[in-house]
């Protein structure tokens, strides 16, 4: 099992940057896919974006594209979420999760085991 810490949640102010950071312990980190969730109050868990064991291959639904950047660094055990031009709909508590299984998927019924999360808030 790997435990997954989520960091660099907080508020800003409407179109600044944020980079969340996923750290790892536990079994082989790089052999895990990883994806970033979000969920605002009252609102289902969203798929952010999802980055394959090697970090060749990433996904994002098309509102995120363009906007969020998710990256690995499987020397430090890490998965970053870089968000840009932040929008006050982007607040929500951010997770980082693992699938231990072959190939993305954008369900939150296809990870295995998640973070605490981080919260993001963005004011107007």
């Known amino acids: 099992q790997v435990q997954l810490v989520e960091s660099g949640g907080g508020l800003v102010q409407a179109g600044a940057s944020l980079r969340l950071s996923c750290a790892a312990s536990g079994r082989t980190f790089s052999s895990l896919t990883i994806a970033w969730f979000r969920q605002a109050p009252g609102k289902e868990r969203e798929f952010v974006a999802a980055i394959s064991r090697s970090g060749d291959y990433t996904h994002y639904p098309e509102v995120m594209k363009g906007r969020f950047t998710i990256s690995r660094d499987n020397a430090k055990n890490t998965v970053y979420l870089q968000m840009n031009s932040l929008k006050p709909e982007d607040t929500a508590v951010y997770y980082c999760?693992?699938?231990?299984?072959?190939?993305?998927?954008?369900?939150?019924?296809?990870?295995?085991?998640w973070g605490q999360g981080t919260q993001v808030t963005v004011s107007s």
């Open positions: 999760a693992e699938r231990r299984e072959f190939g993305i998927r954008s369900s939150p019924t296809d990870y295995d085991y």
